[in-house]
């Protein structure tokens, strides 16, 4: 089985904030994983803040779990869904790969409870 270190998961923005003005309506944001580090991020491209990524840590903490550590989204981009992207994707990691994760980090939480529908609740480990 061949060793996938980088993955790519593109979302759709409907909407976009001012930090992302340099990006046009059809413009899409990248969550990258990054299995060696163990983090997914987004860049959101050209302009302010452009050298900044928001990330989401996570760590193995056993053979089929995964404790959601933190998520990080520079200012000049919060309240935009950055957050939430980046939470989406850890989620479908976790799917993936059939994982159990504990959550350390409040946001990731929240989010989980907010999307009651998805049964994402089965997957953390309480």
């Not at 992302?20 to 580090?37: I, M, N, P, Q, W």
């Not at 939480?109 to 953390?124: F, R, S, T």
Request: charged share 25%.
């Amino acid at each position: 089985m061949a060793f996938q270190l980088f993955s790519t998961l593109t979302v759709r923005v409907k909407r976009f904030p001012v930090a992302f003005s340099a990006l046009s309506s059809g413009s899409r944001l990248k969550v990258e994983h990054d299995r060696h580090k163990r983090r997914f991020t987004v860049t959101p491209g050209s302009g302010a803040g452009a050298h900044e990524c928001a990330v989401l840590q996570y760590r193995f903490t056993g053979e089929k779990e995964v404790d959601l550590i933190s998520t990080y989204v520079p200012e000049a981009f919060r309240s935009q869904g950055v957050a939430a992207l980046l939470s989406q994707a850890a989620v479908d990691f976790l799917v993936e790969e059939n994982l159990k994760a504990r959550v350390s980090c409040w946001y990731i939480k929240k989010y989980i409870e907010d999307h009651p529908a998805q049964l994402y609740k089965d997957l953390v480990i309480t």
